[in-house]
């Protein structure tokens, strides 16, 4: 049972990684972006809880960040953990889709500013131009933890469907 845990696990952190260096490459800007590395972040909340969605969150960030060839900022690994930890305390597989996107916007209210303060320190080391970026992080949030909910709860539903994932069986 462990081994089938450790291997969705894994599978979920690469496509993290993927998700967030395609992101990188197609935004192509260090200050603005979006969650969608989060999906597979939430999926392992929901299916195998907080302490694989933490780790999951951290592995794929610090690998993203490498092979994206970015410099490694402290703070912002802040963020990732954010959404290993809170989805993973409030969302299992019985959380509806209201629960999900209620989770999701919360998280990325507090990953946005966690953010924010890490452009302020790493990069900006400016409040003004941390502050001047910061009404269109905010605006993306909305529409973000929408898609993010969204297609998390869309990706949850057919794997309920098999009784036998993830169970002892």
């Known amino acids: 049972m462990e081994m089938k845990k450790v291997t969705f696990a894994t599978m979920l ?28 972040i939430l ?14 969150a951290i592995l794929a960030d610090a690998v993203g960040v490498i092979l994206a060839g970015q410099p490694f900022l402290p703070l912002f690994m802040v963020g990732p953990i954010l959404w290993g930890l809170i989805p993973g305390l409030f969302l299992n597989k019985k959380s509806n889709l209201l629960k999900i996107i ?15 303060f890490a452009l302020y320190i790493h990069i900006h080391k400016s409040f003004a131009a941390m502050l ?9 949030v909305i529409p973000n933890s929408l898609i993010i909910g969204l297609l998390s709860n869309a990706v949850k539903e057919p794997m309920l469907l098999r009784e036998s994932f993830l169970n002892n069986d």
């Open 13 to 40: 952190a690469a496509i993290s990684v993927v998700i967030d260096i395609l992101v990188k490459n197609l935004i192509g800007t260090n200050t603005i972006g979006t969650a969608y590395y989060a999906i597979p």
């Open 43 to 56: 999926i392992a909340a929901i299916f195998l809880g907080f302490k694989y969605s933490v780790v999951i």
């Open 102 to 116: 209620l989770v999701v916007f919360g998280t990325h209210l507090l990953v946005t500013t966690a953010n924010s």
């Open 132 to 140: 001047a970026e910061l009404p269109l992080r905010l605006l993306l």
